[in-house]
């Protein structure tokens, strides 16, 4: 900013991108300019997304809100108390209160990195006395999560008007949101589909299409469970659980509209038969 170099001091890229309206960008121009690790990087990036969610979609998650908001403010600590500013200020007309100056002391004699460095480590300290336990409420969210599932897929399996197994629901919640669209179409006139009837050509991409998951899942992700509550890191215990919930959230979001579909054909024949 105050002098020339023959080339530039960092990737311009990254700078170009850091400096643009994404969040993700500029948490990942952090990590390659070496002032986060992969980890608190990663951990920040998936903290936000809850932050995200919490906030401009309305939706909540009260039993890991209280340990996820504390983990993210103790990450923010971090990356400040790192950040060493060269100097920092405040207009002339603002008025810190008793409560800052307890963390910030008087920057204006001076030293400001030490200064800003001693806030965070301070405000750091306090959360650390703050209970939470990320591990056991982002394992009981998960367990939860799962048994729902569960649950679901065996009033698929039970509520239906044909016999099915649980391999077979996975792969009818799948084929029902894709078979009509024009990939589906696509895959069926490039694979010598010759069905001409809905039925027909229903089934013929039941069997042949590659569904990314062809049986019931829930064993496997109770396995992931016991992994999550054996990990003892914090940042592997947060990548683990936000790996989970974007890995199966399509398959979530098609079982339990599957479920809702054959509720409200149970309910149709409900009443179909009150008015016989």
């Known amino acids: 900013m105050w002098g020339r170099w023959g080339e530039?001091?960092?990737?311009?890229?990254v700078i170009k991108e850091a400096l643009s309206q994404n969040f993700d960008c500029k948490v990942k121009?952090?990590?390659?300019?070496?002032l986060l690790n992969k980890a608190i990087?990663?951990?920040?990036?998936?903290?936000?997304?809850?932050?995200?969610?919490?906030?401009?979609?309305?939706?909540?998650?009260?039993?890991?809100?209280?340990?996820?908001?504390?983990?993210?403010f103790r990450n923010a600590c971090t990356l400040l108390a790192a950040y060493e500013p060269v100097w920092w200020s405040w207009s002339s007309s603002d008025k810190p209160s008793h409560r800052a100056q307890k963390y910030l002391g008087d920057p204006r004699r001076g030293d400001y990195r030490k200064v800003f460095e001693f806030a965070y480590a301070r405000l750091d300290s306090v959360a650390a006395s703050m209970h939470e336990d990320l591990v056991g409420d982002l394992s009981e969210?998960?367990?939860?999560?799962?048994d729902s599932i569960d649950e679901t897929i065996d009033f698929l399996v039970d509520g239906g008007p044909k016999k099915k197994n649980r391999d077979d629901v996975i792969i009818d919640c799948q084929v029902w949101p894709f078979a009509f669209t024009d990939d589906a179409k696509a895959y069926a006139k490039a694979n010598g589909c010759k069905e001409t009837t809905v039925g027909g050509f229903l089934d013929w991409i039941t069997k042949n299409y590659p569904w990314p998951l062809r049986k019931?899942?829930?064993?496997g992700w109770r396995k992931r469970l016991a992994t999550l509550r054996r990990e003892k890191n914090r940042h592997n215990v947060l990548k683990i659980y936000c790996d989970f919930m974007r890995q199966t959230e399509k398959i979530r979001a098609q079982i339990v509209e599957a479920a809702a579909q054959l509720d409200a054909y149970i309910q149709q024949q409900i009443d179909v038969a009150r008015g016989k």
């Not at 121009?29 to 070496?34: H, M, P, R, S, Y």
């Not at 809850?50 to 890991?64: D, F």
């Not at 969210?141 to 799962?146: E, F, M, R, V």
């Not at 019931?216 to 064993?219: A, G, I, R």
């Open 216 to 219: 019931d899942p829930v064993s």
């Open 141 to 146: 969210d998960l367990s939860k999560t799962i």
């Open 41 to 72: 990087s990663e951990s920040i990036l998936n903290l936000h997304s809850y932050r995200n969610t919490a906030y401009h979609k309305g939706l909540r998650h009260e039993g890991i809100l209280h340990s996820l908001a504390l983990f993210y």
């Open 8 to 13: 530039p001091k960092h990737d311009q890229k």
């Open 29 to 34: 121009a952090a990590g390659k300019l070496g």
